[in-house]
């Protein structure tokens, strides 16, 4: 075939063109392309799990790459996904699937041999059909991996997976690494998704098992949910971290939220979600947002900070049939000011404003570097929230007006929480979002 005969620059521009049935129809051609084929075919692979898929494409992928090693060392990037099966909503995660007899023999050997403390529950757990004891064996089979990214149903549980991580990645004086197991050091981008209906998930905490993943030794982004301990802390000295340039958390409340933060002295994006349910962490994540401690917590990445988001969310404890208590905002925005690299900014409208309208004349705390600032309705489905949009955009009128604006502000846009469900944009509520806006020199935006 002439194919043959080109240079593999060639041959790869060509089977890039080609989506994934053709390139493997393509790999059954010839045997001198069918291993540069299926290091294509392998670089990116997807796996869904839904109710309808028996046996469960994760599985089936399993067994592929036990009978093929070396096409688990093509994969670079492995995405697992399913969110929910159907109305079955206490399902928390996937039913257990037991391995072929085959693929169990392969891959207790292939755990046995790793020479990890924790083997004999790895392959229990594995012999069970548990999802969690599938992913893993699935990570360790994959040393080259650069992208992880796990859905819903994939993340109820890590007791297996934190295991994995622990013993991987962290060092102490009981784990000095006599194993065999995968350094995954080209892995860069992590998305351990909030777990399937996390709000009812109050007994299986997962912040031992996630945060050696900030070990990673060149990780550049990072997505997780972490549950709130009684004490924060490392399981090993705190992580260095240089390389972790973005980060998404959700769950975890202010308090801990600076531990988090100190030792990641690069990193430039920050997405952060308040969440409080009554008997999710209780006693530790209380209704009360503190803005003191979740400043002195941007503070650890002052320096470096350029993009930060906040989110905030509540919820009703799982058997109540009401709203939960009134949430309370204390302290003050005022260190803003100092998150010195600061471009742009998203954050509830009510941590700035509270909940309803005041003629008090509240100072803006934001950094001179800032250029966008965006404000979010966040929290305003509960009871205490009296804005509208008449109030919203005479409530930012009146703070531009008696804005002392810095000479070396980069203030250009700001965008409003309107209008809010059921509103809409009339033609001269824009005409007079752009005279406000014109008045203070700069851009007044709305959500679209």
């Given at each position: ?53 028996v ?12 009978e ?61 059909g548990?999802i ?11 040393p ?61 905490n ?14 550049q ?15 090993a ?49 209380t ?162």
């Amino acid at each position: 075939m002439a194919i043959l005969n080109q240079s593999h620059d060639i041959l790869f521009c060509i089977l890039d063109l080609l989506p994934p049935p053709s390139l493997n129809s393509t790999s059954k051609l010839t045997k001198p392309i069918r291993s540069v084929t299926e290091a294509r075919l392998y670089n990116s692979v997807t796996a869904a799990w839904a109710p309808a898929s028996v046996p469960p494409p994760t599985a089936l992928l399993l067994r592929t790459l036990l009978e093929r090693p070396d096409l688990s060392r093509c994969v670079r990037h492995l995405r697992l996904v399913g969110d929910g099966f159907g109305h079955e909503v206490r399902v928390c995660e996937p039913p257990s699937f037991t391995l072929d007899s085959a693929s169990l023999a392969r891959a207790s050997a292939l755990i046995s041999a790793m020479g990890v403390s924790f083997a004999d529950m790895w392959i229990s757990e594995l012999q069970s059909g548990s999802i969690d004891a599938i992913v893993a064996t699935l990570l360790v089979t994959m040393p080259n991996l650069e992208t992880l990214y796990l859905d819903p149903n994939f993340t109820v549980r890590s007791r297996v997976l934190g295991s994995l991580f622990q013993s991987t990645l962290v060092e102490t004086p009981d784990n000095r690494h006599h194993h065999q197991l995968p350094s995954f050091r080209n892995l860069r981008n992590v998305t351990f998704s909030r777990r399937f209906n996390e709000h009812l998930q109050l007994y299986i905490n997962n912040s031992a098992d996630l945060l050696p993943l900030f070990y990673l030794p060149n990780l550049q982004h990072l997505s997780i949910s972490l549950d709130n301990p009684l004490c924060f802390d490392w399981p090993a000295e705190a992580p260095k971290a240089p390389s972790l340039k973005s980060l998404e958390v959700s769950r975890l409340r202010e308090a801990a939220l600076a531990s988090l933060l100190a030792p990641l002295s690069q990193l430039q994006h920050l997405r952060w979600n308040c969440f409080y349910q009554p008997d999710l962490d209780e006693g530790i994540s209380t209704n009360v947002i503190q803005l003191d401690l979740m400043i002195k917590a941007f503070h650890q990445v002052r320096h470096t900070l350029t993009d930060l988001t906040v989110t905030a969310e509540t919820r009703r404890s799982i058997m109540a049939f009401y709203e939960p208590p009134p949430v309370q905002i204390r302290g003050s925005l005022d260190g803003l000011l100092h998150l010195g690299a600061l471009r742009r900014l998203s954050m509830p409208w009510v941590f700035l404003m509270g909940f309803s309208e005041s003629s008090t004349c509240l100072r803006l705390p934001l950094p001179s570097s800032l250029e966008e600032l965006v404000l979010t309705d966040d929290l305003a489905d509960k009871g205490q929230w009296q804005w509208y949009d008449d109030s919203i955009v005479s409530a930012i009128k009146s703070q531009l007006e008696c804005w002392d604006r810095p000479t070396d502000s980069s203030l250009r846009r700001i965008v409003l929480p309107i209008p809010l469900q059921g509103g809409q944009m009339t033609a001269g509520r824009r005409e007079q979002l752009r005279e406000i806006g014109n008045d203070a020199g700069l851009e007044l935006s709305w959500r679209e």
